[in-house]
Each structure stands twice: as C-alpha cells, then as structure tokens.
C-alpha cells in the first residue's frame, strides 16, 4: 500500500508536504505506545535514510522484494510490522540480510517498523482490525500488553474450516490455522460462540 499526501501526519508548512522522518516517527512512536513494549526487535525508526517523507509504502516484512518494490514505486519510507534486527539473530550484515541493506541504503530510503504496538493497538492493531473486518465483537482482552482478545461470534459456533471460507470471503485473504484440525472447533472456549485471537497466522494470496 502507498501513503501519499493528505493523511494525519503529514503537515502542510514551509516545506509544503513533505516532512521530516523524525516527526512521523515520533507521532507513531506516541500514537502507537511504542515505549510501553519490551520487544523482539527494536520499533519505530531501524534504518535512517536521506530522503525527505512524501511517500510511504506499507508492508507485512521488510523483504527484499518489498524493499526493491518500494523504491521502483518512489517510497520514502518503508513502513512494516516485521522489519530487522531481531534479539538472537546473527550480527553478521552478509547474505540475504546484508543484500536487503545495502539495497535499503542505496535507495536512500528509511525502514521504519513496529511489531507488539501493532499487535496490540486497541484501534489500529492486528487483532483490533481483524476482528472489525469480520465482524466480531471484541469483549476483553487479556495477558501481556492484551494481546489476547475474547469476544463472541454472533452467528454462533463453527467449524475450523467453515471458519476459514468465511475469512477468507471476507477478506480475500487465506487463514493458516496452527495448531487445529479441520474437524476440530474453532473458535473454542468456555462457551461454543466465543473467539479468541490470538495467534493466528495469515498469507496474503498472490496473483
């Protein structure tokens, strides 16, 4: 996805449109609760660039394939959930980590990431989105940073793969349930209509 003007953090002033990559950080960094999360990988901005922010492109990881996307389309800012850095990884900048760097820097553009912020925002985030999507109720939510959200399904309880086609009619996206066999049910609880989102992984379907 392409950010261009007219969103919220971009402000008009002498320098027209374009901002500086220290102020859309620091509005995420505020809007987004970064501070309040002791992460796997350091959120807001991972690698500074030399361009001013007009453009920003949205994605799920910081891929090479992203990162040279990005920069064919004009980006400024490559904005992602999962980005670099990550505690336990090697050090070494070499192969495919040292590749997507260095073609992050030549294009001059900044990798800003944010990971457990996003997981867990109560408007913007995954589960919060997920469940709006879908139409699901949210009612609590619970343990580290709430990361787990328990509502109902209105329609009543279903099956892990009915599940899956309703999501996937909703969003037109393909669910991976880990964990559950089809003939198991999903969403399961202390009644059969409750959900829990939790963790759930989800594969954008190409072409």
Not at 50 to 67: D, K, T
Not at 97 to 106: A, D, P
Not at 147 to 175: C, K, P, T, Y
């Amino acid at each position: 996805m392409l950010l261009e003007r007219g969103w919220p953090f971009f402000k008009n002033d002498d320098r027209g449109d374009e901002m500086r990559i220290q102020e859309l950080t620091q509005y995420l960094d505020t809007y987004l609760r970064a501070g309040e999360f002791h992460d796997y990988a350091p959120n807001g901005l991972q690698v500074e660039g030399s361009r001013e922010v007009e453009h920003i492109v949205l994605g799920v990881s910081a891929s090479l394939g992203l990162i040279d996307e990005a920069a064919r389309r004009g980006a400024d800012v490559v904005l992602v959930h999962h980005g670099w850095f990550w505690k336990g990884e090697s050090p070494r900048i070499a192969g495919v980590k040292g590749c997507r760097i260095r073609h992050l820097m030549q294009s001059g553009m900044h990798l800003v990431g944010y990971h457990l912020p996003l997981d867990a925002h109560e408007t913007v985030g995954n589960n919060a989105e997920l469940a709006r999507v879908l139409g699901l109720t949210i009612e609590s939510r619970h343990g580290e940073y709430g990361l787990l959200h328990v509502g109902e399904i209105i329609s009543g309880a279903m099956l892990a793969a009915d599940f899956a086609r309703w999501f996937i009619q909703a969003n037109s996206m393909m669910m991976r349930f880990v964990g559950y066999r089809a003939n198991e049910y999903f969403p399961v609880g202390p009644s059969a209509n409750r959900f829990f989102l939790a963790i759930v992984c989800l594969t954008c379907r190409s072409g």
